[in-house]
């Protein structure tokens, strides 16, 4: 596990919602008391996109003072979230870590594996650095991002103190009314989809892609902790290997 020194860091915040989101905003100014902080974000929302990086078309990179951040510089760039970090980071200098959020709606489960939250994170980790995707649940659909924006910078001072091990980051999901806080696991929260097809006026098809979410409710779990009130925090290391088929496969692991 790499620490990093007590010395005032510098953080770059970066969303998939855009940089005009509040939560970005809610995000940044709090973490902006305890580091030095530099916003870039999407031009436009960027909601699923996953992990997808840009590399058939040039990119813009705006530094953008009508959103809002005071002195905290923001630039917003028209592309993926993972395209913000590896924008930010090469143009801005490296950051000391890379914190993505707060995101609207959560991010749990098998949804890591689309959100462009998440994804913002993961770039971190590519380059080497210490990462956190916050996410919140809204209350009736609005959100008062205050309370989770404090207790991630009080996390990534945390973080930013002792480090995290290579390939890992954090993974925060805040409820709407926040009893304490829970180290997790990750549930079997997702979505099955559904195929929705309809016509349009002219009698052409088109298609919606839609789902019901089917939720695992445990207590250790990132979607039980965010149920009973607790902001869920959870490790994930970025390993896809199956380590313990690997024997498996070797042995019936045809010839060439």
């Known amino acids: 596990m790499t620490s990093v020194s007590s010395a005032r860091k510098r953080v770059l915040v970066a969303n998939d919602d855009g940089i005009f989101s509040p939560g970005i ?18 031009d436009v929302e960027q909601s699923g996109v996953g992990h997808g990086i840009t590399f058939r078309r040039p990119l813009r990179f705006k530094h953008t003072a009508a959103a809002g ?13 993972a395209d913000c970090v590896v924008l930010g980071s090469n143009l801005l200098g490296r950051p000391d870590m890379v914190v993505s959020g707060i995101n609207l709606g959560a991010n749990m489960g098998d949804d890591l594996t689309h959100s462009g939250t998440v994804a913002a994170a993961i770039e971190g980790l590519a380059l080497g650095l210490p990462a956190i995707a916050l996410s919140q649940i809204s209350h009736n659909g609005e959100y008062d991002f205050g309370p989770g924006a404090a207790y991630a910078a009080k996390l990534v001072a945390q973080v930013l103190k002792h ?3 290579p390939r890992t ?33 002219e009698g052409r098809e088109y298609h919606w892609v839609s789902g019901k979410p089917r939720a695992e409710y445990a207590d250790d779990s990132d ?3 965010v149920e009973d009130g607790y902001i869920s925090v959870t490790p994930v290391r970025l390993d896809l290997t199956a380590r313990d088929l690997m024997q498996q496969v070797e042995e019936y692991l045809p010839e060439v």
């Open 69 to 81: 951040f005071g002195e905290i510089p923001a630039y917003r760039v028209d592309g993926t979230p």
């Open 169 to 201: 980051l954090l993974n925060v999901n805040v409820p709407p009314v926040i009893q304490g806080a829970r180290v997790t696991r990750l549930s079997n929260h997702r979505y099955e989809d559904t195929l929705i097809t309809r016509q349009d006026p």
């Open 223 to 225: 979607f039980g902790a």
């Open 163 to 165: 480090g995290l091990p």
């Open 25 to 42: 905003k809610a995000l940044a100014l709090a973490i902006a008391e305890i580091a030095d902080v530099v916003v870039v974000a999407p």
